[in-house]
C-alpha cells in the first residue's frame, strides 16, 4: 500500500506535544506522598469503600482510591485484550499493549481516529451504506466529508471492492479521504464482511488513507478466527475496533478498543483526554476479561453468547412462519437481525415496516428499530436478539401486529 503516516494524519497532530503529568515519572506505588495533581487527600466520598458484584462473587471493587486520577495508560487492560485476540492464526507476530488505544466505547475510538487523521473543513471518509450510523455523525461534528460507496445488495451486503478501489484512485477524491470505515459484522447488516475484500481495499496500491474495520459484534460470528485484530501486527494502514459493549454486556462501563500498528496507536493515544478511561471502567473491564481462574467473567461471556446465538437461531427459524415476514435480508454474525415486511402483493413495504415499528412500541410495549431509510433496506426492521422470554414476546406481538396493521 501506499500509506505513509507522516503524511496521512494532521500535521497539528504529528508535531502534537501530548499533555504530561508528575505521575509519568513518579509512580503512586505507595511510597510518595502525591501533592501534585490537585486531589482530595482525605479520600472518596462514599459510605463505603468496597462494592461487590451481584452474587457477592469474584473479587470486589476497591472504590478506596477513587479520590486518584486514573492510570493514563491502562497497561494491564490492554494486555487482557491483547489476549483475548490473540490467536495466531493469521500472523507469528503478538499483540501488545502497544497496538491498543482505549476508549469512551468504540464510540471514541470513531473519532479520535477523526481527530488524528481528517484536516476540518478539507479531508474526508468513506463510507460504505447502510452501516453505522456514527462514522458519518462523528465526521459532521469534525466538519470531515462524506464519500458514500453502497455496499452490495442484500442478502450478501458484501464490500463493492471495484466501486471503493475507484472511489481511492480518484484524481479529484483521492488524496482527500483519510479513512474508510468498514462495518463486519455489519450494522444493520448482520454479515461479515469477504477478508479478501477488506485485504483488497488494504492493498490499494496509490491511496495513502487507513482501513477501519469495526468488529463491535465480532463475537457473534459462528466463523473461527473471524477478528482481524491481529492483522494489525502486519498492516500499518489498518485500526480494528472492538467494545466490550456487546458480547461482553457492558454497554454501561463504556470500554472500546482500536488495535493498531504501534505508530497509529501511539498517536492516537497523544490526542486523547489523559484520564479516558475511569477507574471504575477498567476495573470492570479488567475483572470481565479474566479466566475463571481469577474468578473472572470470561466463561459467563461464552455462556450468555450461547444463550444469545440459540435465540437467535431460533428466530430465524420461527420468524418465516409469520405472515408477513419476507427475507431475512442480512446475515447471521451478530446479535440482531434484518427482516423485511411486505405488503399485500409480497413487496417489501416502508409503510407496513414504519406501522409495525410504530405499533409494537405503542400497544405491545416492544422496541425495535426501523432501519427502512437506509439504502438497500427498504421496509427492514433490525431486531435485537433478547432473552427466550422476550423473544417469545416479540414473535407473538409481532404476528398479532402484523394482523391490525393489514
Ligand atoms: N460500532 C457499531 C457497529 C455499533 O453498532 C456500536 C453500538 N451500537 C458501536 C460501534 C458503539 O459501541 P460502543 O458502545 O463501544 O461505543
Redesign the pocket.
Known amino acids: 500500500s501506499a500509506f505513509n503516516l507522516e503524511t496521512c494524519a494532521r500535521p497539528n497532530i504529528l508535531a502534537l506535544e501530548p499533555y504530561r503529568c508528575a505521575r509519568d515519572d513518579y509512580k503512586d506505588d505507595g511510597t510518595n506522598i502525591l501533592l501534585d495533581a490537585n486531589e482530595n487527600a482525605y479520600g472518596p466520598s462514599l459510605s463505603s469503600t468496597t462494592a461487590l458484584p451481584p452474587g457477592n462473587q469474584g473479587p470486589s471493587l476497591d472504590l478506596s482510591t477513587l479520590h486518584r486520577y486514573p492510570d493514563p495508560h491502562q497497561e494491564p487492560l490492554k494486555q487482557l485484550l491483547c489476549n483475548l485476540r490473540t490467536t495466531h492464526a493469521h500472523t507469528s507476530k503478538t499483540l501488545t499493549p502497544a497496538n491498543l488505544f482505549v ?8 473519532d479520535a481516529l477523526l481527530r488524528c487523521f481528517c484536516v476540518p473543513g478539507r479531508d474526508k471518509i468513506l463510507v460504505c451504506p447502510p ?2 450510523g ?1 462514522y458519518s455523525v462523528s465526521a459532521q461534528v469534525n466538519d470531515v466529508g462524506l464519500v458514500k460507496v453502497p455496499l452490495l445488495p442484500a442478502p450478501q451486503f458484501g464490500i463493492d471492492v471495484p466501486a471503493v478501489t475507484a472511489a481511492l484512485s480518484s484524481s479529484s477524491e483521492s488524496a482527500r479521504i483519510k479513512l474508510v470505515y468498514l ?1 463486519s ?3 444493520p447488516t448482520g454479515s461479515l464482511l469477504h477478508k479478501d475484500d477488506v485485504r483488497a481495499v488494504l492493498e490499494h496500491p496509490t491511496w495513502n488513507g487507513v482501513v477501519v474495520v ?1 468488529e ?2 465480532i463475537d457473534f460470528s459462528p466463523s473461527p478466527g473471524a477478528s482481524l485484530a491481529e492483522w494489525a501486527c502486519e498492516w500499518p494502514n489498518l485500526v480494528v ?6 458480547a461482553f454486556g457492558l ?1 454501561g462501563i ?3 478498543a482500536a488495535f493498531a500498528s504501534p505508530a497509529v496507536a501511539r498517536l492516537l493515544n497523544s490526542l486523547k483526554a489523559p484520564y479516558n478511561i475511569s477507574s471504575l471502567t477498567a476495573g470492570v473491564a479488567e475483572h470481565a476479561l479474566s479466566g475463571e481462574a481469577g474468578g473472572g467473567g470470561l466463561a459467563r461471556m461464552r455462556e450468555s453468547r450461547a444463550k444469545l446465538i440459540a435465540q437467535r437461531e431460533r428466530l430465524v427459524r420461527e420468524m418465516p412462519r409469520i405472515a408477513g415476514v419476507g427475507r431475512l435480508r442480512g446475515g447471521e454474525d451478530s446479535n440482531f437481525l434484518l427482516y423485511e415486511m411486505l405488503d399485500a402483493e409480497g413487496k417489501p413495504d416502508n409503510v407496513t415496516a414504519l406501522a409495525v415499528y410504530e405499533k409494537l412500541a405503542e400497544t405491545k410495549g416492544v422496541v425495535v428499530r426501523f432501519r427502512g431509510k437506509e439504502h438497500g433496506c427498504l421496509g427492514c426492521l433490525r431486531i435485537t436478539v433478547g432473552t427466550k422470554d422476550e423473544v417469545t414476546r416479540f414473535l407473538a406481538s409481532l404476528e398479532r401486529t402484523l394482523a391490525e396493521v393489514r
Open positions: 476508549g469512551v466505547g468504540s464510540d471514541e475510538a470513531i452501516t453505522y456514527m462495518c459484522p455489519g450494522n469495526d463491535a459484534y475496533m472492538q467494545t466490550l459493549s456487546k454497554a463504556r470500554l472500546g
